[in-house]
């Protein structure tokens, strides 16, 4: 049976999208913000996290404490995050409770207190937090990629902010951040479980009736030129040198996004992969080895990270371009084939089933593509996908002059040589 997401467009421009799952005794239900990271400027970046932390801190309505205990004390979780393009809202909770569910994250979405001690104080966590992050080699690599990837623009910026620009912002700042982009038409609510949609749609109109439309602002494109490899070394005495190998690649709806999925499931997305079985299985070189994918709406990257001994890091790097040229020169197995494709479509089955991953997926990529794929959709895009398409993927990404490579362990001397090992054919 097909599967079919209820959509209405109210008033204003605020979207409503939803996929009732009667045999569910669960609601996941988001509040999405088309609004990030990519939205900042220099001055005022990480604004978006800050005021997705505040809006937990209290409402006209709600209390800090209150928010809480509203939604854990009927046996929901609640909670938010902020990416480079959205900030999102979110709960699971006993279905029964939706009206609830909706009622507490709206407020906290269109009527947050703000007020100033909270401010001051979540400013100092969020200080912290920064601190943290460049404490943790692992994560702070990251950050360095990035930079490289997208120098000089918001989208190769920390989403968190810099110590400088958390540290200007200000109530001021923050209420005109919410007016300009908490807006209806750059809201997206997504609900999946077991629900009642004309409930939810008519509850949201309410909710969000006061609002005035107000068009939402894009953001600027993503710059890519890169002419030669680039590499950028964080010395530190680690007891193993952290690795963040990055490629830009495609854009969320690129016509090779799934030939992409594959090949991030051959190289290195579990345990049978090509880089988890040469470097980890074979050779010892490393307990973490794997790779990601990041999607957004005008670009995207294919990075490697691994964390690996100190004494075999130029062996480890051209191990790994090597392992990423195999699949430019040649089409994989038709075998490997068969189960990347089989691994690839049977993790998005089993992550549907889940009314918060269903949620998730479904306002994700309304509220960045005004689109929504269903699994079936899904299937037949995957079907399509030929062995042919994942050598063209790898050949489109991997290119010598594309490298970027982020270091963070006692590797200074060894610059050069890195640099020099910074090939693929």
Same mark, same amino acid.
């Given at each position: 049976?097909?599967?079919?997401y209820? $959509? ?10 939803a ?15 088309? =609004? ?21 801190? %209290? ?25 480079e ?5 979110? =709960? ?13 994250l709206?407020?906290? =979405? ?23 992050y ?5 994560s702070?690599?990251y ?15 920390? *989403? ?24 209806? $038409?750059?809201?997206v609510?997504s ?10 749609? $008519? ?5 969000f ?45 690129d ?12 190289? %290195? ?15 010892? @070189?490393a ?5 990601? =994918? ?7 990257? /294919? ?14 790097? $051209? ?12 089409? *994989?197995?038709?075998?490997? /084939? ?7 479509? %049977?993790?998005?089955?089993l992550? @549907? ?22 699994l ?5 895009? *995957?079907?399509?996908?030929?062995k ?12 010598e ?9 006692? *590797? ?7 640099f ?6």
């Amino acid at each position: 049976m097909k599967t079919v997401y209820k $959509k209405r467009i109210l008033p204003g421009g605020l979207r409503v999208i939803a996929h009732n799952m009667p045999d569910r005794e669960s609601l996941a239900l988001g509040v999405w913000i088309k =609004v990030g990271g990519r939205d900042e400027a220099a001055k005022n970046k990480g604004i978006a996290h800050f005021l997705e932390h505040l809006v937990f801190k %209290g409402t006209r309505k709600y209390s800090c404490r209150k928010i809480k205990e509203s939604i854990e004390g009927v046996g929901g979780s609640l909670n938010g995050f902020t990416s480079e393009e959205v900030t999102c809202y979110l =709960v699971k909770i006993p279905a029964r409770f939706q009206d609830l569910a909706l009622d507490v994250l709206s407020d906290m =979405v269109k009527s947050p207190a703000l007020p100033e001690r909270e401010i001051v104080k979540e400013k100092t966590v969020i200080l912290e937090e920064i601190k943290m992050y460049k404490d943790q080699p692992h994560s702070y690599v990251y950050e360095l990629l990035d930079e490289l990837l997208w120098p000089n623009q918001p989208i190769g910026w920390p *989403v968190i902010g810099t110590h400088e620009s958390v540290s200007r912002i200000g109530r001021r700042e923050l209420l005109a951040f919410k007016q300009e982009f908490y807006t209806p $038409k750059n809201i997206v609510i997504s609900a999946a479980g077991s629900l009642d949609f004309d409930r939810l749609a $008519k509850q949201s109109a309410r909710a969000f009736s006061h609002k005035k439309e107000q068009a939402s602002k894009a953001f600027d494109c993503a710059k890519e030129s890169q002419g030669l490899p680039k590499l950028k070394i964080f010395h530190k005495d680690t007891e193993q040198t952290h690795l963040a190998l990055g490629f830009h690649s495609f854009k969320r709806d690129d016509p090779l996004r799934h030939a992409l999925g594959m090949l991030h499931i051959i190289l %290195g997305a579990n345990m049978s992969s090509r880089l988890f079985n040469s470097l980890r299985e074979k050779r010892g @070189l490393a307990y973490e080895i794997g790779t990601q =994918v990041k999607r957004f709406s005008d670009t995207g990257a /294919f990075m490697v990270h691994a964390g690996i001994d100190n004494r075999r890091i130029l062996e480890t790097i $051209k191990l790994i371009l090597n392992e990423l040229a195999k699949t430019k020169d040649k089409s *994989v197995s038709s075998d490997e /084939f068969k189960r990347a494709k089989e691994f690839y479509l %049977g993790q998005m089955m089993l992550a @549907l089933e889940d009314t918060l991953e269903h949620m998730l997926w479904i306002g994700e990529y309304t509220a960045t593509l005004d689109k929504t794929y269903t699994l079936e959709d899904l299937i037949k895009e *995957v079907n399509r996908v030929t062995k042919q398409d994942i050598r063209e993927a790898a050949s489109r990404i991997f290119r010598e002059n594309k490298i970027n490579l982020a270091l963070i362990g006692p *590797v200074k001397k060894l610059e050069k040589h890195i640099f020099n090992q910074l090939k693929i054919n």
